[in-house]
């Protein structure tokens, strides 16, 4: 396996994301930033304006905003990127090449990518990667939507396997903790979570 394979494999997986930035004269705006006390961010899915929050267990919520929750002195514009998936996307997701280049390397599907893993190729991929991705490199990013959900090694369930949930966002702004927000197709609802490393 060779770096140039698993780049033209990401390139038929990538999907449209939207980084959030701060907005500049003449742009539209599309969230707010609140900061990380009870009320974190606003932004406008579709037609309806969203609140992520902390009720006052500290339980983090996403739903609808009230009107008064909307502006914050921190106005955000969205901006379209291609995002790639992350190396343990490419394991999971991999057509019969990748699945073969697992197989002779002993490697699971489901493992995950880490420093063991035998073939520097995956080491070439997740550097590439990298420097493709807001999450890694992008200090005025506010938050991430959409796009590929970052994976968590702690995560004994891996959210992005579950075909009934959609990642919707993830912040990056201020950084540890970080947090991230799914839409449950069953239920009709929104989750949220808080993640540290």
Not at 48 to 70: G, I, P, T
Not at 155 to 164: R, V
Request: charged share 25%; hydrophobic share 40%.
């Amino acid at each position: 396996m060779d770096l140039a394979y698993l780049i033209r494999f990401a390139e038929t997986m990538t999907r449209n994301a939207f980084a959030y930035r701060k907005t500049q004269r003449g742009e539209n705006i599309d969230a707010y930033w609140h900061g990380k006390d009870k009320l974190i961010l606003t932004v406008q899915l579709g037609d309806q304006w969203y609140a992520l929050s902390k009720d006052k267990a500290d339980n983090l919520l996403f739903a609808v905003a009230k009107q008064e929750q909307v502006i914050s002195k921190t106005p955000l514009t969205k901006h379209e990127f291609l995002a790639y998936p992350s190396i343990d996307h490419l394991f999971h997701y991999g057509d019969t090449a990748i699945s073969t280049w697992l197989e002779s390397c002993h490697w699971d599907t489901d493992e995950g990518y880490n420093d063991n893993f035998p073939d520097p190729a995956a080491d070439r991929y997740v550097r590439w990667f990298q420097q493709q991705d807001p999450f890694y490199n992008s200090d005025d990013v506010y938050f991430i939507s959409h796009g590929w959900s970052f994976i968590w090694p702690e995560d004994d369930t891996i959210l992005e396997w579950d075909p009934e949930l959609d990642f919707t966002l993830i912040t990056l702004k201020e950084a540890e903790p970080w947090y991230e927000v799914w839409f449950n197709k069953t239920a009709q609802a929104f989750i949220a979570f808080e993640r540290n490393s």
